[in-house]
């Protein structure tokens, strides 16, 4: 089944642009496109599209106008922003996400035709599958409608309540779960007490990291250490809003920093970050240019392979949502080591992609849901987990 793609933009060129990147794809259409939020949101309402690309900055309705009509008149339509690589770019792009938009790419910068198109469709094209695979899972999932009896039809007798079912004997085994579920049973009470709390997220990251972080404690004793994918200039938008609503301070790492408890730092986009022992004892973070991993920079597996390197056995890991598998192979290394990880539970992810590959690849102590992980992350830090 076809996706179908409308595209808002109020400049023609990038809309040809989009346009033809999304027809070179396999199984989209593109239905239409809009020059400004007016007319996109008619559009939305005669050609019901599955997704639309919007640009936010345009004349007459601006896309931040056009997210707050579309949820207003709970159109079903899943919108990617197209957004510029500027700090306002950013802002705006954080405030789409959190007024609904799926995902955000940023217009390619100081490249021809081709370059250009060859760079939006890398970038649509796992999004679009993405959406696909999210609405094929929700299909699946719909509760089936009743169905309404026939007026001909007598109703049925009512049945005989069960016979209550027998007492389990004094010493009968317990049925224990197995999978993830039973290896949570099972988790030891004597947990290290770790000294890093680690989170790596993509698609989706910003809304959880908007519900988890603030939820945290203003006291808690260690540091906090964030990987979110994306590009540079947005992350520090990223941190800026979310120093707003949190107890702990928050920041976009920068290099040589020297790591302090009750602080959450943000990994800054397109570079690199680890963490190092630094002089006296102290640890530091480290930001390097060296070359993307998982097609990612920052990426997940980097930082948390660093940490498992550095500090064996001395931090907790959480993976939440996002595209991809990036953060499995570093939680391997830090599972090796006895480290605790949570992953974010499929129901609420935006897209169940790196918390299901740590989970398919054993290395995942607790499934959770989002609004359960600060409290977890504060129950182990602590060491009151019982």
Do not use: W
């Not at 035709?113 to 796992?126: F, G, H, Y």
């Not at 005989?160 to 039973?182: D, H, M, W, Y």
């Amino acid at each position: 089944m076809s996706l179908r793609v409308l595209v808002a933009d109020d400049a023609t060129l990038f809309r040809r642009v989009i346009t033809d990147a999304l027809a070179s794809l396999p199984d989209v259409e593109v239905v239409g496109s809009a020059p400004n939020g007016r007319i996109a949101l008619e559009k939305i309402r005669q050609l019901k599209p599955d997704v639309l690309t919007l640009d936010l900055e345009m004349p007459d309705l601006d896309g931040l106008g056009v997210l707050a009509a579309i949820r207003e008149a709970r159109e079903s339509v899943t919108v990617i922003v197209v957004s510029a690589l500027t700090r306002r770019g950013g802002q705006l792009t954080l405030r789409a996400l959190e007024m609904g938009a799926f995902d955000f790419i940023t217009k390619p910068e100081a490249a021809g035709p081709e370059e250009s198109l060859a760079a939006v469709r890398r970038e649509l094209a796992p999004r679009l599958r993405a959406i696909a695979h999210r609405r094929v899972v929700h299909e699946i999932l719909r509760p089936p409608v009743a169905a309404t009896p026939s007026p001909a039809t007598p109703p049925a007798p009512p049945k005989r309540p069960a016979s209550p079912a027998p007492p389990n004997p004094v010493g009968a085994a317990k049925v224990e779960l197995g999978g993830i579920a039973g290896r949570m049973t099972r988790l030891t009470t004597a947990l290290i007490r770790p000294e890093f709390v680690l989170i790596g997220v993509s698609t989706g990251g910003p809304q959880a990291l908007a519900r988890i972080l603030p939820q945290l404690p203003g006291d808690l004793e260690v540091p906090v250490l964030v990987v979110q994918h994306m590009p540079p200039v947005f992350t520090l938008s990223l941190a800026d809003s979310l120093a707003s609503r949190c107890a702990l301070s928050v920041c976009e790492a920068s290099a040589n920093e020297v790591l302090e408890p009750r602080t959450v730092y943000i990994a800054p986009g397109g570079r690199q970050m680890r963490v190092a022992h630094g002089p006296g004892g102290t640890r530091i973070l480290q930001i390097t240019d060296d070359p993307p991993e998982n097609n990612c920079r920052p990426a997940v597996d980097y930082l948390f392979r660093s940490v498992a390197s550095q500090f064996p056995g001395r931090a907790m890991a959480v993976i939440l949502t996002g595209m991809g598998s990036d953060g499995t192979l570093g939680l391997r290394l830090l599972k090796r080591h006895g480290c605790y990880v949570i992953a974010q539970d499929e129901a609420t992810c935006v897209i169940y992609g790196m918390p299901r590959a740590a989970a398919e690849a054993g290395v995942v102590d607790s499934v959770l849901p989002l609004d359960a992980i600060p409290s977890r992350i504060t129950a182990v830090v602590r060491g009151t987990r019982s």
